[in-house]
């Protein structure tokens, strides 16, 4: 559409709708809001309480810690696993800086690992090659990322992080409901950290997080470490932090926690039908992982050399993507140590590079998705 200045680019079909999520359940959700404001607890109450339980069981895990969003769910686990300053965590370079943040705040260093090419998450072989270092072999975490909503190797990733004698912390944030072998991740290693932040496949209206695991001893303590380290006392048995998921957020996350399968199955029949719409056109869709299960699409991401041409033509068009995530880690000022990186990491330059995110919500409805894939093929025929 032109005015006499300029022209204005309207965004027809968004990349992610946190509003239409609301929309779909908004009865529902008002309604635990206003319940919440008449309980008159508005902090660690009936809520939360309820919401840990119902979250652990869905997953199958003895115990769940609601906390104040996904960094400091990260955070939490590492402390209770007494990691610390001067400790050395792995991490990939390819993830939400979130995942390398968490390590940074203890005063530890992460260590970079890089992805395979298909799940975009930790390579086994990388891992394998970084734990033979002095700097690998010293490591007191590895943080495995589900990204995208896909699960890591898991077996193999545990089999080498096990013979190496370095606990597993699950970084679950975009991966809600997903599982392999039938065994939810958040499960499979020491604990499984979740956010809630309003785009997740599980999304409150604000920040929000959750530590999951079945070691009791560690769960006692997260517990203890996300308020202060208060005893019933309220007294300071260890140094804590102020970390509390809050009685509305619990409330409306257990409005949607009974959607979320039905949610993750329109997300991969979106998926389904972009594969289908897509094959054939000079781009890479989405590596598909077995079972079914293990994939929840959080994100549906393409690669392609032309990602930047790509992602303006479609914005032309009114479509909206997302780049996740632009600049690995390891290039960011912030982590750009050459201490934090013993091992190549060709992969996750190469993704960097050439992905893209195209729009992946429950709510997308098949006449948009299909206007999606039209729009790519049409502009991948002229590259």
Not at 226 to 251: F, H, K, M
Not at 330 to 354: C, I, S
Request: contains cysteine; neutral net charge; charged residues 20%.
């Amino acid at each position: 559409m032109l005015t006499s200045a300029c022209t204005v680019r309207i965004t027809l079909i968004p990349q992610t709708s946190p509003k239409a999520s609301y929309l779909a359940h908004r009865s529902a959700i008002d309604s635990a809001m206003l319940r919440v404001a008449a309980a008159g607890t508005y902090v660690l109450g009936a809520e939360v309480a309820a919401f840990e339980g119902e979250f652990a069981a869905m997953l199958g895990a003895t115990w769940a810690v609601g906390v104040a969003n996904g960094t400091d769910a990260i955070e939490l686990a590492l402390r209770g696993l007494g990691i610390g300053a001067g400790d050395t965590v792995i991490t990939p370079s390819h993830t939400a800086i979130a995942t390398v943040s968490a390590i940074s705040r203890l005063g530890a260093r992460p260590l970079f690992v890089d992805v395979d090419a298909g799940r975009y998450t930790v390579s086994p072989s990388s891992l394998e090659s970084l734990l033979a270092t002095p700097s690998g072999g010293a490591a007191k975490a590895l943080i495995v990322v589900h990204l995208y909503g896909t699960v890591a190797d898991l077996p193999a990733i545990l089999a080498l992080a096990n013979r190496s004698g370095v606990p597993v912390i699950e970084d679950c944030a975009q991966a809600h409901g997903a599982a392999l072998d039938g065994r939810p991740v958040g499960t499979w290693g020491k604990a499984g950290c979740f956010s809630f932040y309003p785009t997740k496949n599980l999304g409150a209206l604000g920040d929000g997080g959750a530590v999951v695991g079945n070691d009791p001893d560690l769960g006692s303590r997260i517990r203890l470490l996300r308020q202060y380290g208060w005893t019933t006392e309220r007294v300071s048995a260890v140094p804590g932090i102020n970390s509390r998921l809050d009685e509305i957020q619990a409330a409306i996350l257990r409005v949607k926690l009974p959607y979320l399968a039905a949610e993750n199955q329109r997300r991969c029949e979106i998926a389904s039908q972009y594969d289908h719409l897509l094959a054939g056109f000079p781009l890479e869709t989405p590596t598909r992982i077995s079972p079914e299960s293990a994939q929840v699409f959080h994100q549906y991401v393409v690669k392609t050399s032309e990602r930047d041409r790509l992602r303006a033509l479609l914005r032309d068009e009114g479509i909206e993507t997302l780049v996740h995530y632009p600049v690995p880690a390891h290039r960011q000022p912030a982590y750009a140590n050459a201490e934090f990186r013993v091992v190549p990491l060709g992969e996750t330059e190469t993704v960097a590079r050439t992905v893209l995110s195209l729009p992946m919500f429950p709510e997308l409805a098949d006449e948009e998705v299909r206007l999606v894939a039209q729009a790519v093929a049409k502009l991948t025929g002229r590259f």
